[in-house]
C-alpha cells in the first residue's frame, strides 16, 4: 500500500516536533556543560533552523523509498 504524501508530509512533522522539543532540552544542557551564552531565544531559532532542515530531509527520503518500492518495472 502507497503512503500518500500528506501523509508522509503527517509523519515527518510529527516526529520532528518531538525532536524539536528533544533538542530543545539538548542545546540548553549542552550549552550549560560548555559554558555557552544561549538564551532561550537563541535556543529556539537554533532548534527551529535544524528542525526546518529535518522536516524538508524526512520528506525527501521517505518519498525517495516510496517511489523506489513502488516505481512500475
Same mark, same amino acid.
Given at each position: 500500500?502507497?503512503?500518500?504524501? *500528506?501523509?508522509?508530509?503527517?509523519?515527518?512533522?510529527?516526529?520532528?516536533?518531538?525532536?524539536?522539543? %528533544?533538542?530543545?532540552?539538548?542545546?540548553?544542557?549542552?550549552?550549560? %556543560?560548555?559554558?555557552?551564552?544561549?538564551?532561550?531565544?537563541?535556543? *529556539?531559532?537554533?532548534?527551529?533552523?535544524?528542525?526546518?532542515?529535518?522536516?524538508?530531509?524526512?520528506?525527501?527520503?521517505?518519498?525517495?523509498?516510496?517511489?523506489?518500492?513502488?516505481?512500475?518495472?
Amino acid at each position: 500500500m502507497r503512503q500518500t504524501r *500528506f501523509a508522509s508530509f503527517t509523519e515527518a512533522v510529527t516526529s520532528t516536533i518531538i525532536g524539536f522539543i %528533544l533538542s530543545m532540552f539538548i542545546l540548553a544542557a549542552v550549552s550549560w %556543560l560548555w559554558a555557552l551564552d544561549i538564551d532561550l531565544t537563541d535556543n *529556539f531559532l537554533i532548534t527551529s533552523l535544524f528542525t526546518v532542515a529535518s522536516v524538508v530531509r524526512s520528506y525527501l527520503v521517505r518519498r525517495a523509498f516510496n517511489w523506489y518500492h513502488h516505481r512500475d518495472g
